[in-house]
């Protein structure tokens, strides 16, 4: 299995991150088909990583600024049989994509994502992770990094772009977007990223462009199975604006913002199935975990709790705003089959 790796750019603040990121790829046991960096409407940047990345195929975003407009022109370049997605901020473990590309023996196997870690504020600098031999990347047992607040809770970790408490190995309704992969007919089936529907240049930190795909993928191919493999390690970069609780609440609620053009595009049931189970089963564990937390002394887990309990409001809220609101589902781009340099 061939993959190729898509990794989408925007700014030049994430300079040393993006070259951590393309050393993470280069460094892979399974090596890469090709990397392609989609650079999103940011011409001198474009410039910038064509000189200096001359073994790459750089490209811009042809389509609508963001996420979505930025993953439908990777795909539309890539020539592998698989397309794997790594954000710009984060680096991939040496083993992942093999961990990938293992799982499409399968031939019923569509997807595949694996694990996110975090590295919180104060772990090693992007410059420290262009080492491809550096510890963090070499693990025996791969954990987080630098300082993760103690109220913040690991059933939300999904709100900066990690995974999340209540993940488990196996098939999975949907993929998270920063570390995924897929093979190419998937696109022909379902069609490209919505646009209009994930994160962008939008005031709100909105998401879930991946998981509208990964339903419409399911619904057009009953019998497609998604996996997740948490040997399919990356790791993504939390800002320390992302680290407070003020994010936080913005996050939760642009998700049930997202969450509304989800259902509004895919339907109710199969829009929120797994977002049921996790605020039935998963968060409630969470809340009583660190309410026994807090009785044995420990006072961050009263302070997890009601992080739990906020974010689960702040996230029904924003639902329900955007219900009321929402008025068409957002725009589906078709991908190309042939490849586009």
């Not at 954990?143 to 408490?165: I, K, L, N, Q």
């Amino acid at each position: 299995m061939n993959i190729s790796v898509v990794i989408c750019v925007y700014t030049q603040r994430r300079w040393e991150d993006i070259l951590a990121a393309v050393a993470s790829v280069r460094a892979q046991r399974h090596a890469p088909h090709e990397i392609i960096l989609v650079v999103d409407h940011n011409p001198e940047l474009r410039d910038r990583l064509a000189a200096q990345l001359r073994d790459l195929v750089v490209v811009p975003n042809t389509h609508a600024r963001g996420l979505s407009g930025g993953k439908n022109t990777g795909v539309a370049a890539a020539s592998g049989e698989a397309v794997a997605f790594l954000d710009d901020d984060a680096v991939a473990a040496p083993g992942w994509l093999a961990a990938f590309a293992k799982h499409y023996e399968d031939p019923a196997v569509l997807g595949v994502g694996g694990r996110t870690l975090a590295l919180w504020p104060g772990s090693p600098a992007a410059a420290e992770l262009l080492d491809p031999a550096h510890p963090l990347l070499n693990a025996a047992v791969p954990a987080e990094s630098g300082r993760r607040p103690e109220w913040f809770p690991a059933e939300f970790d999904w709100t900066v772009g990690c995974t999340y408490a209540g993940m488990t190995p196996g098939p999975i309704r949907n993929l998270m977007g920063g570390n995924s992969s897929f093979r190419r007919e998937a696109f022909a089936v379902a069609g490209g990223f919505a646009e209009g529907i994930g994160r962008s240049f939008h005031r709100r930190p909105l998401g879930c462009e991946e998981t509208e795909f990964c339903i419409r993928l399911r619904q057009r191919s009953p019998g497609a199975e998604l996996v997740y493999d948490p040997d399919a390690v990356i790791w993504h970069r939390v800002p320390p604006e992302r680290a407070r609780f003020a994010y936080f609440r913005r996050r939760c609620y642009a998700e049930g913002l997202s969450k509304a053009l989800v259902t509004r595009s895919v339907g109710v049931h199969d829009g929120l199935a797994s977002e049921r189970v996790h605020a039935l089963r998963t968060l409630p564990r969470g809340v009583r975990r660190g309410l026994a937390q807090a009785v044995r002394g420990e006072p961050a887990g009263l302070r997890r709790a009601a992080a739990i309990t906020v974010g689960l409001a702040w996230t029904a809220w924003g639902y329900a705003v955007g219900t009321a609101t929402v008025r068409r589902p957002p725009r589906r781009r078709t991908v190309p089959t042939e490849v586009r340099r």
